[in-house]
């Protein structure tokens, strides 16, 4: 008996000998069940997430069960636990930006900085590019370049990620520098509670809340503020800040800001402040382009441990277009409801979910025209063709794939389809997409050929 990984091997080779499971399977199922603990006839196997452990044990419980009773003449009861490993490294071919981490857990991290926001999870695309580098140059040499430094962008494009991977950064390489994190609204609170507004607190004097807060901020040597907008409007906590700012600043101390608009628009806000602030430099986020996304999500997917296929993945993309933080919502959501109905991820759920989603924009419905007039460009020939009667292959083919490209990227029945395609039968268009999905399935050549076709329909999208 073999009493480790070997074991699941030797199972699944036989089963794939048998032809009881295929090649991919066996694959799959290597790749993500992991040999655990033999004892008392029962085997443990971990998972890496509870979608797997309900598949795993709907498919193959039995087999590997069947299997082994039969290589070594005892009965063993199989058992699918779920383990979540370690987070995996990015998908990207990013270089991981913290080599060493100076792992003295002598302090504690900032107030407000959350570990997870790093420079290496961030995710860089064309539209990001400039402000990641220049958070990463202050990151590594802060107060020396670009000071002040200030980030806009409209929200969900990554501010606060990119102002906490400096705070964190700096955290994890020196910790002699005092690093102070605030969000405007909070600052624009511990002023007025300083300024004796709020007396409910009775521990503090109002002169030893006044030093406390004083020296929080003048002590920094990096002084990051969240969300700058806020302070419109407040005239005392501006008086306060634009002394804050001058000392810090002449004293060559790191300031970064983050603002959800071009200063110039914002209102009630000291014009000595405005001019102070855009003094250094200023990076603008703007919302990820198509393949930036589809980065971002596979990122996102392996944080749940979770695989979604590639035309869901594209769909995801396509059809969120205002910020990551949208897109990060569309994945949970689509991720969520599978792993908790125990449904197959579909590109089919996914549009339902997509559409039940309040945030994202929902947009995407592509015509039968316009996916007639991608597949007979790519083939070569003409829509009357398509549509025609023809039977000879080279036209009975492009006709089948732009059927099942139609089922696949509209809601349209399958009657509709047919009418489309010069009067059909609705039964023709089933025909035809089941005989496409099975070579699509037999053949990675055609199904590369097919993500193509449907990246062309959308690239070219047509409104009905
Ligand atoms: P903002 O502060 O601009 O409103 P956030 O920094 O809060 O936006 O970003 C929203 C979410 O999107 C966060 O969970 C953040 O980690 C994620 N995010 C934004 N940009 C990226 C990126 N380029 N790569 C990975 N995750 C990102
Ligand atoms: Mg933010």
Redesign the pocket.
């Known amino acids: 008996m073999f009493f480790d990984g070997s074991l699941l091997q030797e199972v699944f080779k036989q089963l794939r000998l048998k032809g009881e499971i295929s090649e991919d399977e066996e694959n799959t199922c290597l790749s993500r069940m992991e040999f655990a603990d033999l004892k008392d006839n029962q085997l443990i196997i971990n998972v890496p997430s509870g979608y797997y452990k309900d598949r795993f044990e709907d498919l193959f419980q039995d087999k590997i069960s069947a299997e082994i009773s039969e290589m070594e003449g005892t009965n063993i009861s199989v058992h699918f636990e779920v383990k979540r490993p370690q987070e995996k490294k990015t998908v990207q071919a990013q270089q991981p930006i913290i080599h060493e981490k100076k792992e003295s857990k002598t302090h504690k991290r900032p107030e407000g900085l959350v570990e997870t926001?790093t420079f290496d999870?961030?995710?860089?695309?064309d539209k990001?590019l400039y402000s990641r580098e220049a958070a990463l140059a202050i990151a590594k040499e802060p107060g020396k370049k670009f000071n002040p430094c200030l980030m806009v962008?409209?929200?969900?494009?990554?501010?606060?990620?990119?102002l906490q991977a400096i705070g964190n950064y700096i955290f994890d390489h020196d910790q002699s520098l005092k690093i102070v994190y605030v969000t405007a609204e909070k600052f624009v609170r511990e002023f007025i509670e300083m300024l004796g507004k709020s007396e409910g607190s009775k521990s503090m004097s109002k002169s030893s809340k006044n030093m406390a807060f004083k020296d929080k901020y003048r002590k920094a040597d990096v002084l990051l503020i969240?969300d700058i907008h806020t302070f419109q409007g407040k005239s005392e906590t501006q008086e306060e800040l634009f002394h804050i700012f001058n000392d810090l600043y002449e004293a060559k101390k790191q300031i970064v800001l983050?603002c959800d608009r071009p200063i110039s628009e914002l209102k009630n806000l000291n014009e000595r402040l405005k001019s102070r602030f855009s003094r250094g430099i200023t990076v603008d986020?703007r919302p990820?382009d198509f393949e930036?996304k589809i980065a971002?999500i596979h990122?996102k997917l392996e944080s749940f441990n979770a695989i979604f296929p590639q035309d869901v993945i594209e769909l995801i993309a396509e059809t969120v277009k205002t910020?990551?933080?949208d897109l990060?919502a569309a994945i949970t959501n689509i991720y969520s409801y599978a792993d908790l109905t125990r449904k197959q991820v579909t590109i089919e759920l996914a549009k339902e979910r997509l559409k039940a989603s309040n945030n994202v924009q929902v947009d995407e419905i592509f015509s039968i025209d316009r996916v007639q007039r991608v597949i007979a460009d790519y083939f070569n020939v003409s829509i009357n063709d398509l549509k025609g009667k023809k039977k000879n292959k080279s036209i009975v083919y492009p006709r089948q794939i732009a059927m099942y490209i139609c089922r696949e990227m509209t809601d349209f029945p399958t009657t509709e389809i047919g009418l489309e395609f010069g009067g059909r039968d609705h039964t023709t268009v089933m025909h035809a997409c089941q005989k496409i999905n099975d070579l699509r399935i037999a053949d990675p050549n055609l199904d590369a050929m097919l993500q193509n076709l449907i990246r062309s329909v959308r690239e070219h999208k047509e409104m009905i």
């Open positions: 926001y999870n961030f995710v860089v695309g990001n962008g409209n929200v969900g494009l990554g501010k606060t990620h990119l969240d983050t986020l990820p930036t971002i990122k910020n990551v933080r990060e």
